[in-house]
């Protein structure tokens, strides 16, 4: 309960803060848009056409809570919070049965404190609710090889179906590929498992097909075998096998980002997974041997994938989080804490190096006026943790008060999540060029308008921000095989069109006849109107209305 608190905490305040960030926010917000203006639950859309890209979990929850609290940014990234919420709670309960009271509420803490779980929680996407399927999953089969409880083994499916509808098959690999060897390990140490039953893999199976099948079946039926050629033969195992969209990455790409998305608490990994591998060699270690199999294990196999992006390992932070908890709560009280003294004093040194390279980084390429005044006010921030850090130090110097130093850096570390989120926020979105421009089109737009967009980034932005469908031109003066991609034809058949392109205009830059206004401009990109009369050899034309 108070794990939750916490992680509530961290997580709520400011949620609703600032426009969606482009590309995956905007695009997964809009597919939750497109629910209720299609009314389709079964067959997603994206700027109106078909969208077999992911599973629809997030979205179905999304676009329910949108409809109670409106098409707001709030209630889009609500269920990534929820889930945050809940999987520290999960992580705080596990931990308080098999340590301690304490180790449990460092655990949600550190958890819901770790930046890349910040970033992940506060965003309208997916992977939180994959992260808090997966933990549910391990730890509630955890709890069954070791009892035999049958709930635990049925909740471990339920996890995993509602898992399976937030992102696919991954949550299933990601499950056994942590549990089995997992199972193994304490097999061969000599603790006892209780494996299950063929009537409770019966029943268990039974549980995962009546939640996945009738979404599977209803799409089939909607869409035929093409969805699923898509949704789980390119976009699923393609990721793995094959780079999409442009998201590769060396073999070692996620060891940094592991140490930055469990900044500021990595710095005590190391010694907190030494002392996890002491403890996972003895009889009494199956939650260490738990989590570094759960640490490594899917490191491992994300860092073989070839499409790699950076918040795919974030669910391994419960157990990153679970590790350095319990050494915590075992080392404040001993007489010897000159481990945790010298990991702690790593922090303070980490924000210095940053501090200077992002001083350097900004002075050496000449940002720009805006840039500096971001730069200068984000560095307060790393002056909190700085200070966070080195009370830590001093309070874990005394024995008596020890156990208040990993509290300090967690607390500061929440104090920075919230100025991030309520004051850092704001800063940041006036380098986002889109949602002001879909601002001034919605004022003036009626229904017969065209909307594109032409050379510049943000069609999903363009799309959450006005209303499908958005044309994606290709460049002036190229030639096109895509008669919607075409500029000429967009600009042309509509009475009125708006177009977002660049302001470094092409020579000769082509209007097609037509009158074309500048009405407002952000940063590099302008939203130009064109007008007038139609183009010679075209008539305009009323496009059909939305569905």
Known sequence: ????????????????????????????????????????????????????????????????????????????????????????????????????????????????????????????????????????????????????????????????????????????????????PWMLWDHVLGRQIVFPSRARWAGGLALFLIIVAPWLVALYRAAGPAAFAALFGHYTLGRYLGTIENQSGPIWYYLPVLILGFFPWFAFFVPAAIAGWREALGPNGSLARLCLCWAVLPLCFFSFAQTKLPNYVALELPALAILVAVWFDRIVDRDDRRAALAWTAVVPLTILGLAFAISAFSRDNRLSGDLHAVRWDFTWLGVAIFAGSLLCFFLLMRRDSAWLGPFALGATSVAVMLIVAVLGEPLVERFKPIPPLAAVIERDLRGSDAIAIQGVSGPNALVFYTRPRVAVLDPPNEATHDSSADPRQTICRAPRAFVIASRRRPSPDPTYGRARRTLAVRLDDVLYLYAGPPCRGFAAETPPPAR
């Open 1 to 180: 309960m108070i794990g939750s608190i916490v992680a509530a905490v961290a997580t709520l305040p400011g949620l609703g803060v600032g426009t969606l960030w482009d590309n995956s926010e905007t695009a997964y917000g809009e597919v939750a848009r497109e629910i209720l203006l299609f009314h389709d639950p079964v067959v997603l859309h994206l700027n109106g056409a078909p969208w077999f890209v992911q599973p629809p979990l997030y979205f179905w929850i999304a676009a329910a809570f949108a409809s109670m609290l409106g098409i707001t940014e709030f209630a889009l990234r609500l269920p990534s919070a929820l889930a945050t919420i809940a999987m520290a709670a999960a992580v705080g309960y596990v931990v308080a049965r098999l340590a301690s009271s304490r180790a449990a509420l460092l655990a949600a803490m550190i958890l819901s404190t770790s930046l890349m779980q910040a970033v992940v929680g506060r965003l309208a996407i997916m992977d939180a609710l994959l992260d808090l399927a997966v933990a549910l999953a391990i730890l509630s089969w955890f709890a069954a090889l070791r009892t035999g409880g049958a709930a635990w083994w049925y909740g471990g499916w339920l996890a995993l179906a509602f898992g399976s509808l937030a992102k696919g098959p991954v949550a299933l690999a990601i499950t056994l590929l942590v549990v089995v």
